[in-house]
């Protein structure tokens, strides 16, 4: 397992912009496949964005698509998520997740940041 640690988040106004950064320890940060999930109040966790382990793959909720962007730098052991555009209902606790190669659930996950977006 990875241990994650997220950052970046805060209030911006719709329309606005934030990037997201998660910073992972160990030495197979290059091997796993990197998410970006988010859960507002009252709602289930959802999914935004993932990573295959070399940046080569990316997918997105169709919500946050043309919007969102996730990248990585494995020299760095960091997954970002830049988001632009935002809207209120981008408001969320955002946590970043790690899933190993061998496996197909992510097993790591971080502590969250919050994004607020007031309209």
């Known amino acids: 397992q990875l241990h994650l640690v997220e950052s970046g988040g805060g209030l911006v106004q719709a329309g606005g912009s934030l990037r997201l950064s998660c910073a992972a320890s160990g030495r197979t940060f290059s091997t796993y496949t990197m998410g970006w999930f988010r859960q507002a109040p009252g709602k289930e966790r959802e999914f935004v964005a993932r990573i295959s382990w070399n940046g080569g793959v990316t997918n997105y909720a169709d919500s946050v698509k043309g919007r969102f962007t996730i990248s990585r730098d494995n020299a760095k052991n960091t997954v970002y998520l830049q988001m632009n555009s935002l809207k209120p209902e981008d408001a969320a606790v955002y946590y970043c997740?790690?899933?190993?190669?061998?496996?197909?659930?992510?097993?790591?996950w971080g502590q969250g940041t919050q994004v607020t977006v007031s309209s």
């Open positions: 997740a790690a899933r190993p190669p061998w496996g197909t659930e992510y097993d790591s």
